[in-house]
């Protein structure tokens, strides 16, 4: 690493993500100077692909994260330098390791030699002369310990003894923090390792709370397999005074003394029978148990969480996407039905542009019972505004008011009405928020939810976005994530999903707009007022008369906004303004009108590509053109679908295994998803139900608003649990034979997602909550076998869904 007083060059930050990426440094460089510059992940993914290279979205919100932490590494590298620099103690051997480290954590072992630390026991024994000690006796194993001890004795070392501890304290400080060493026995630990986790004494039985955690009381699984929502579960519990959790370096104990051994070998220590070799093999044990076995343990424990938290941060953005994606039952006049049984079913009918037209409050359910006065309310809702859907929330007695929903159907043949269970998560957040009182002031709070479950099912992602991402309730263990990466990576999702569809400039909320590239929230209050009082946009252009909406701000958001029935007839597509010359020559070219060429799928088709390409805009430009000409506006969302629940089937008692069923997929976790068949409790779909073939990842198979028909495999009324299954050759009670028979690789037991077989189990109890672990029936021996060695001590693991609505779905409390 070092030539004199010369360091090797070290890989730039663009470099380093370029190799992790497999693109060129020339594209990443592109897409770091446009992001520096104050462009958006959208802007640069959707305009800017001809100096990127064609990145697209999730390479660049991959590049975005890396560039974050290698520039937090940079400075803390910078940092670290400056310290040792100002301790006189930096040479260019260590400088040159110092920016050789590629990872925070192998910093900080460089460093850690350096770091200013309290008032250490090796620091008083060198204060009192004893380091000479440890080297001779480091040096020389040959020498007595005792005897050479004797010769370091003084008023402030009362007696060889003293002394030697005080050598032990500095070779034992000096051994734990070699980096080299330290470092290659975190990996070791990481890849032998396993998280072991016991029940506490006096939480055995009869403790309701920790019951929850009852699949952890005698726990054991390697590092490397566990999945996030256990290592967050059995943190919960230790958290909880449940649990208590260990961290064992190795899985077979017989190999404890090997750790010893590797230690020994790198500082230069062996049993040889000398006078010292003892003295110093006791110092390596001490080092060991005392000093590093503790350090890997904290250092593998915030791994894994972080690990976890990468995981269940994931898996919350996936669901989010889905969410917000999920296919728009367009402008069509829509009854919302908030259901309720005490305090009656809140109902709001808002027109095509989601306008509020009427309200009222029907008692169909208990006490009241007003079945009949609520079926003429509705009706007459219905007819007075034209109701073409019925949107119904999906929480308590939604499957009661669904079947008054029906009655107003069936009763109304000639209104022609669809009825849509929606999911009311994050309904009653934003009918208390500020901007919810802003918007609908002279409606109650109450009302204020039946217009958002009407509003979304118009328009999910419209609606949506009032609602903060993480009171949607699609994520698991989110009270237990790092509040800034999750906000950081929802507000992602929420950006990318919002300015995929592109947004209406005339109608769009603050909100809505406010998600659009380029646009921060004073800006988008500030064109909504401007909206107001000076009516709708002509032209994309005009949004330069809106105040403080610079030319920076024009470029980042124009693309995304579109205006219907303008004054430019390309301002309803995706092309931007600034390749509106390009656009004009395609016209020219097809000699066609730009309305007759807008929608004219032959005649596009028919021109090349190449010849509209300039000096500014490239190949990947003019064929986003082309096909925004072809289908200005489009929405990459599916076509809107809803399921048909079954005649007769309104109450987990109506069930029976072998059923068929229609039904939607409302979550996805990592175990398998959760699909709602009409009867108010969902139904789990285990990973190993989902197909013939190995599924590495649900959403390989479904997300979350898919319509799917599914097999009941099993129904656990007093549990309320549905096991389900997409292979619907699947036999009822086969379902383990079935599951084991992948390849062994989904082997297990129901309940359990640790292999992904067997059974497919039931969501289980509730056990956090809102977004607690949940257990699933046991099942099966859980047999692993990892190279050779079979596990078959273990209790199968817990399914653990911690997903908010699926869990009130599934009938939790």
Not at 205 to 216: E, I, L, M, N
Not at 493 to 504: I, L, M, R, S, Y
């Amino acid at each position: 690493m070092v030539t004199g007083s010369v360091l090797t060059p070290q890989p730039s930050v663009e470099q380093r993500i370029a190799d992790e990426l497999g693109v060129r440094q020339h594209q990443v460089a592109a897409a770091v100077g446009l992001l520096d510059d104050g462009s958006t992940v959208p802007f640069v993914a959707r305009y800017r692909k001809e100096a990127t290279g064609g990145l697209d979205d999730a390479q660049l919100r991959t590049l975005e994260e890396r560039l974050r932490y290698l520039r937090e590494l940079e400075e803390r590298r910078t940092a670290v330098l400056d310290e040792i620099r100002k301790q006189g103690k930096l040479t260019p051997e260590l400088e040159a390791r110092i920016h050789a480290a590629e990872s925070k954590a192998r910093l900080e072992d460089v460093y850690l030699p350096y770091k200013p630390k309290r008032r250490t026991k090796a620091m008083i024994a060198r204060e009192q002369g004893l380091e000479p000690l440890a080297d001779a006796l480091l040096a020389d194993p040959t020498l007595d310990p005792t005897e050479t001890a004797q010769g370091y004795v003084t008023d402030e070392v009362a007696d060889a003894a003293a002394a030697l501890e005080g050598a032990r304290s500095i070779l034992v400080e000096r051994f734990s923090e070699e980096p080299d060493l330290i470092g290659g026995l975190r990996e070791r630990m990481w890849s032998r390792g396993v998280l072991v986790s016991k029940v506490r004494a006096g939480k055995e039985t009869g403790d309701v709370a920790a019951a929850k955690f009852a699949d952890y009381f005698d726990f054991s699984e390697p590092f490397t397999t566990l999945p996030s929502h256990r290592i967050l579960a059995v943190f919960r519990g230790e958290k909880e005074e449940v649990l208590d959790v260990t961290l064992e370096p190795d899985a077979d104990p017989e190999n404890a003394g090997d750790w010893e051994t590797l230690i020994a070998a790198h500082v230069g220590v062996s049993q040889q029978g000398r006078a010292a070799d003892e003295w110093l093999a006791g110092v390596v044990r001490w080092t060991w148990r005392t000093r590093i076995l503790l350090h890997l343990g904290i250092d593998i424990r915030v791994r894994l969480r972080t690990a976890a938290e990468e995981g269940a941060i994931a898996v919350f953005a996936s669901n989010l996407r889905d969410l917000l994606l999920a296919a728009p039952a367009g402008t069509r006049a829509t009854m919302g039905l908030d259901p309720g049984l005490r305090t009656g079913v809140k109902v709001a009918v808002v027109d095509a542009t989601g306008k509020v037209v009427a309200k009222d409050t029907i008692y169909p359910h208990e006490p009241r019972k007003d079945w009949n006065g609520a079926l003429v309310t509705l009706t007459k809702l219905a007819t007075a505004h034209d109701v073409e859907l019925i949107a119904i929330g999906n929480g308590t007695a939604s499957r009661e008011t669904d079947a008054l929903a029906g009655e107003l159907v069936a009763m109304n043949p000639g209104l022609k009405m669809t009825k849509v269970m929606v999911s009311e998560a994050g309904a009653s957040v934003y009918s208390a928020s500020a901007y919810a009182s802003a918007e609908l002031p002279d409606l109650d709070v109450s009302i204020r939810g039946a217009v958002s479950i009407a509003r979304r099912l118009q328009d999910p992602l419209a609606e949506l976005v009032k609602i903060d991402p993480k009171s949607i309730g699609v994520g698991q263990y989110q009270h237990d994530l790092p509040e800034s990466s999750l906000s950081r990576s929802l507000d992602a999702v929420v950006e990318d999903c919002v300015n995929a569809v592109g947004v209406d400039l005339n109608s769009a909320s603050a909100p809505l707009l406010r998600r659009v590239s380029g646009i921060s929230e004073s800006l988008a209050a500030a064109i909504v007022s401007h909206r107001d009082a000076n009516g709708p946009f002509r032209t994309r252009t005009a949004l330069s008369d809106v105040p403080r909406l610079g030319p920076k701000a024009f470029e980042q958001c124009a693309g995304f906004l579109r205006i219907r029935g303008g004054d430019e007839p390309l301002d309803i597509s995706g092309v931007h303004p600034e390749a509106y010359p390009v656009a004009r020559r395609i016209v020219e070219a097809s000699k066609l009108s730009i309305d007759e060429l807008i929608g004219n799928t032959t005649k596009i088709k028919s021109l090349q590509p190449q010849r509209f390409v300039d000096t500014r805009f490239g190949l990947p430009t003019v064929t986003d053109i082309l096909a925004e000409l072809e289908k200005p506006g489009r929405d990459p969302r599916p076509a809107f679908r809803t399921a048909t629940f079954a005649e007769g089937v309104h109450k987990i008692a109506d069930l029976r295994p072998g059923m068929v069923l229609e039904g939607v997929v409302t979550n996805v976790a990592a175990f398998g998803a959760f699909v709602d068949v009409g009867v108010h409790q969902d139904g789990l779909v285990h990973v190993s139900a989902m197909s013939s073939q190995f599924v590495s990842d649900p959403r390989e198979v479904v997300k979350s608003g898919d319509v799917v028909k599914v097999k009941v495999l099993d129904v656990d009324e007093a549990r309320k649990r549905i096991s389900l299954t997409l292979r619907l050759d699947d036999e009822p009670g086969k379902a383990a034979q079935r599951g084991g028979g992948q390849g062994g690789r989904q082997g297990g037991g129901q309940g359990g997602d640790r292999n992904r077989g067997g059974k497919p189990g039931g969501q289980g109890r509730d056990g956090q909550g809102r977004d607690g672990q949940n257990r699933g029936k046991g099942g099966g021996q859980n047999r692993q076998n990892r190279g050779g060695q079979r596990r078959q001590d273990q209790k199968p693991a817990p399914l653990n869904n911690a997903m908010a609505d699926a869990l009130k779905r599934a009938g939790f409390k």
